[in-house]
């Protein structure tokens, strides 16, 4: 019988030296992946601070947009007892034409000072009348 040569893949047990080399690959490589899982953690980190940013900014717009204005500090005049006695109109006058911004009510200092004026301009000089003494 003749015997032709064959190959076959049969098991071979690692030498000590092979094992030791294996180990010290395995050991470095596991540090790598450690690096890079805490880069990878660093960087989703910072990229959901970014992302969590920019949506506050987006809703803020977004809020603005539906709202439709925004307050800002302007010069207005007030005109007392307009349209009528006791209520108040606010007028915008950094405009032009001036802008109606809203009427109120007056307030009771308000409705005071309004009294104090109407004697001033109907009575003249004359003093208020003095309450009664009890």
Same mark, same amino acid.
């Given at each position: 019988? *003749?015997?032709?040569?064959? %190959?076959?893949?049969?098991? &071979?047990? /690692? ?11 395995? @050991? ?10 805490? +880069?990878?953690?660093? @960087? ?5 601070? *970014? $992302?969590?940013?920019? +949506? ?7 809020? &603005?947009?539906? $709202?439709? %204005?925004?307050?800002?500090? @302007?010069?207005?005049?007030?005109? /007392? ?10 007028? &915008?006058?950094?405009? $032009?034409?001036?802008? %109606?911004?809203?009427? @109120? ?6 409705? +005071? ?5 109407? /004697? ?7 003093? !208020?009348?003095?309450? !009664?003494?009890?």
């Amino acid at each position: 019988m *003749d015997q032709k040569p064959m %190959f076959e893949d049969v098991p &071979r047990e /690692y030498t000590q030296d092979e094992k030791l080399r294996m180990g010290l690959e395995l @050991a470095r490589m596991t540090g790598e992946l450690n690096n890079l899982e805490a +880069q990878k953690k660093a @960087a989703l980190g910072q990229f959901n601070v *970014d $992302i969590a940013s920019t +949506q506050k900014l987006m809703d803020s717009l977004a809020e &603005r947009l539906r $709202i439709g %204005f925004e307050l800002e500090n @302007a010069p207005v005049t007030v005109e /007392y007892d307009k349209p009528e006695k006791g209520v108040k109109t606010i007028t &915008r006058v950094d405009t $032009i034409p001036h802008k %109606f911004v809203r009427t @109120a009510p007056m307030t009771p200092s308000e409705l +005071q000072r309004s009294l104090e004026l109407f /004697y001033e301009r109907d009575m003249g000089d004359m003093p !208020p009348p003095e309450s !009664p003494e009890a």
